[in-house]
């Protein structure tokens, strides 16, 4: 059976013909000398034949060797070739993508995302929009939309579910330890409450009004960056989405996500638009990096709840 080999063996192979030894290079690839022995060795042992002749002086290519080493250098070639076509396509991405969403979603995930997308693309612009309304994707108003609720129903949109998005009530810890941490959602009585009158206020209040009469709301903001702000100042509880209550030190989560308030999320274009190479991988560069980034910090949670 013909042994597969991946190009890294090679690259140990070509090493060692160019410089005569393992520890140069070991120094050329960055590796330890012992990383390159034992790469040319496990390459020969596959191989079943001995490709250099070892000598106090070093190594030298043996008869197999000599006649591996031009098909090798033609590969190297070919890599090299494959890498330099990829990083000029990459370079080649040029134009202008207009992204929307609210604020919440692109302080935590939108602004990271380009800033790392825009590190390999430059040549990129983004203009991002940021507006509680849900901007017409349809009528060109965007290119990409970040949206959150009911899937779109528009169809010559083209929609990617990439995120449930969980959400809880958070409060300063220092009011907790006052206040108490509550058992159940009845505890939540004893707590004044700061309530979201943005867009999803429907969802939140309905969950609000189920806890009964004798919630206390001491504030109304419309914005989530307002409403975090309230609850860092230790004017009361309030919900927010766990990917950034957690990620506020100040704050204490009262309780595991609430299934009531779990929020699909979509990423949202257009087909014409998803035809234009630098939308296309804009948007999936996006997708992958919300999906990372709720895995993370879902992670990082459980590790901290298991502590």
């Excluded at 903001?221 to 927010?240: F, K």
């Excluded at 274009?269 to 234009?276: C, P, V």
Aim: aromatic fraction near 6%; hydrophobic fraction near 45%.
């Amino acid at each position: 059976m013909a042994h597969m080999f991946d190009w890294n063996d090679l690259r140990f192979f070509l090493a060692v013909a160019r410089t005569g030894s393992t520890l140069a290079a070991g120094r050329s690839l960055k590796v330890a000398q012992a990383t390159v022995s034992r790469r040319i060795t496990m390459l020969e042992e596959a191989l079943g034949t001995p490709l250099f002749v070892r000598s106090p002086s070093g190594y030298t290519l043996s008869v197999r060797g000599q006649a591996m080493l031009p098909h090798a250098e033609r590969v190297e070639r070919e890599v090299e070739a494959l890498q330099n076509s990829v990083a000029a396509e990459g370079r080649r991405l040029s134009g202008t993508v207009r992204l929307t969403t609210v604020e919440s979603a692109a302080n935590v995930w939108l602004m990271p995302a380009i800033a790392a997308f825009r590190a390999k693309h430059p040549a990129v612009v983004a203009e991002i929009i940021v507006d509680d309304r849900a901007l017409d994707i349809a009528r060109g108003e965007a290119d990409i939309a970040i949206r959150f609720g009911n899937p779109p129903q528009d169809e010559s949109l083209v929609i990617r579910r990439i995120v449930e998005l969980h959400e809880s009530v958070y409060v300063r810890r220092d009011l907790a330890d006052e206040l108490g941490m509550p058992n159940s959602y009845d505890g939540l009585t004893r707590f004044p409450f700061i309530s979201f009158a943005g867009p999803g206020v429907g969802q939140i209040d309905r969950w609000i009004d189920s806890l009964g009469p004798d919630m206390q709301i001491v504030h109304r903001a419309n914005t989530l960056s307002a409403v975090i702000s309230a609850a860092r100042a230790g004017m009361g509880a309030a919900v927010m989405p766990c990917l950034i209550g957690d990620t506020h030190s100040g704050l204490v989560r009262l309780f595991p996500p609430i299934p009531e308030l779990t929020t699909p999320g979509w990423l949202v274009t257009t087909a014409a638009a998803r035809q234009q190479p630098h939308v296309r991988a804009l948007l999936d560069h996006i997708g992958e990096f919300i999906r990372e980034s709720v895995a993370e910090t879902e992670a990082r949670y459980r590790i901290a709840d298991a502590a």
